[in-house]
């Protein structure tokens, strides 16, 4: 009795401690002297050498010095259309690339922080196997470099799971409706015609449908010059790049977004309300410009 005592307590510490282990927001691989073209070919192929899936590229704001992959996995993707709550928004992870000088910085959206992030509800019965997929994906950027620093931010997965930036802001939850459809077909077509003619001044980086499951994710380049990301970025810090693009879900007939001041603020947990004010308008531009692509 006395050994399942002290087994049981070991399990519940050990519990509280995954529990509560802080996790950063991004990690900065390495670095290189490589121009953007090569290093991202290298990157691509060491995804792909771990059976990951690239999905889309592009450089944010048009900016030669940014650039970000999308890349992603059937297991996860299974996974994330297994929660009903926009689960499909964390089917895609992201690595960006940073030109500073003659360095090319590589770092990457910590998939686990993400996933504690979207996961908001049932996530303890997968997050096992969404553990393995984030340390297969670091392990196949280990590639391109090793250095592994942690930057931009830590939160737990108990702060994550109900993550505000600060009182009265939204939650995961409070996602922003930017039209409804007659059909999940019509939504689908709209969509993607207005991207295929970069309405609003958009592109196309990636989009991952599923229409068995009546679910479509859009991932989309803001390259408006006046509102978009060539705008904010240099305010709030480029290199978190890794936390673009922004994303359109379409499920069934209703297409969201997360609101910006959830979005911004998970993926740059650590902006003051100061810096965060200097881009008071940029939530509202971005809901904007997603909602004409409904449209």
């Known amino acids: 009795m006395k050994q399942l005592i002290l087994i049981l307590t070991i399990s519940l510490l050990t519990c509280n401690l995954v529990f509560s282990q802080e996790q950063p927001v991004y990690y900065e691989v390495g670095k290189t002297s490589e121009n953007i073209e090569a290093i991202s070919k290298s990157v691509k192929s060491a995804l792909e050498n771990k ?10 704001g048009n900016d030669e010095n940014l650039y970000v992959i999308c890349y992603t996995r059937p297991d996860l993707e299974k996974i994330a ?27 990457m959206l910590n998939p686990t922080y993400l996933f504690y992030g979207y996961f908001v509800e049932g996530i303890d019965k997968h997050e096992a196997k969404l553990l393995d997929i984030a340390n297969e994906a670091k392990n196949a950027m280990r590639a391109v470099g090793t250095e592994y620093k942690p930057f931009g931010g830590e939160l737990s997965k108990e702060k994550l799971q109900k993550y505000h930036y600060k009182m009265m802001m939204p939650y995961f939850k409070d996602a922003e409706k930017l039209n409804d459809f007659e059909t999940f077909e019509e939504g689908l077509k709209t969509i993607q015609n207005n991207l295929e003619t970069g309405k609003a001044n958009t592109k196309k980086v990636y989009e991952l449908v599923y229409s068995d499951k009546k679910v479509a994710v859009f991932g989309v380049g803001l390259l408006n010059p006046d509102d978009g ?10 290199d978190h ?18 609101p910006g001041r959830f979005r911004i603020a ?7 309300m100061g810096t ?10 971005i809901k904007n410009t997603l909602q004409q692509l409904t449209e």
């Open 81 to 107: 259309l297994s929660f009903s709550d926009r689960g499909a928004l964390a089917a895609a992870l992201k690595v960006g690339l940073k030109k500073e000088g003659d360095v090319i910085k590589i770092s």
């Open 51 to 60: 059976d990951f899936k690239v999905i889309g590229e592009y450089h944010p």
């Open 266 to 272: 998970l993926h740059w947990p650590d902006l003051t």
């Open 276 to 285: 965060f004010m200097k881009i008071m308008s940029t939530p509202g531009d």
């Open 241 to 258: 790049v890794a936390a673009m693009p922004y994303e359109i879900i379409l499920q069934g007939n209703e297409a969201s977004i997360l």
């Open 229 to 238: 990301e060539s705008k904010f970025l240099p305010v709030i810090g480029d």
